[in-house]
């Protein structure tokens, strides 16, 4: 049974940095895609970044790019997004995420979820 467990969400000024982690645990993740989504209040999930967890190949939503990071660190079964020059219309829950095989931006091509950490920017 894949688990996926969110860390590292809080409160920052806008400009500042702030890194978030998924340990994952249950499964045999070389094959995986891990995904960054979040959920702003009244809104949809989205997709934020993705990355393979053979070779490390990454995508990005576009607003994001430049300013976020996705890695992994394959002898902790752990993915980070760090996240530098936040702004406020970043605060949302984000949600890690896993699939097997290919990446994907849809919330529909992930199977195993976390529970999701907050990221608050204030003005």
């Known amino acids: 049974q894949v688990q996926l467990v969110e860390s590292g969400g809080g409160l920052v000024q806008a400009g500042g940095s702030l890194r978030v982690s998924c340990a994952a645990s249950?499964?045999?993740?070389?094959?995986?895609?891990m995904g960054w989504f979040r959920q702003a209040p009244g809104k949809q999930r989205e997709f934020v970044a993705a990355i393979t967890w053979s070779s490390g190949s990454t995508l990005y939503k576009d607003s994001v790019k430049g300013r976020f990071t996705i890695s992994r660190d394959s002898a902790k079964n752990t993915v980070y997004l760090q996240m530098n020059g936040l702004i406020p219309e970043d605060t949302a829950v984000y949600y890690c995420?896993?699939?097997?095989?290919?990446?994907?931006?849809?919330?529909?091509?992930?199977?195993?979820w976390g529970q999701g950490t907050q990221v608050t920017v204030s003005s």
């Open positions: 249950g499964g045999t993740f070389s094959t995986y895609t």
């Open positions: 995420a896993a699939r097997q095989i290919g990446i994907s931006t849809l919330v529909s091509g992930y199977k195993y």
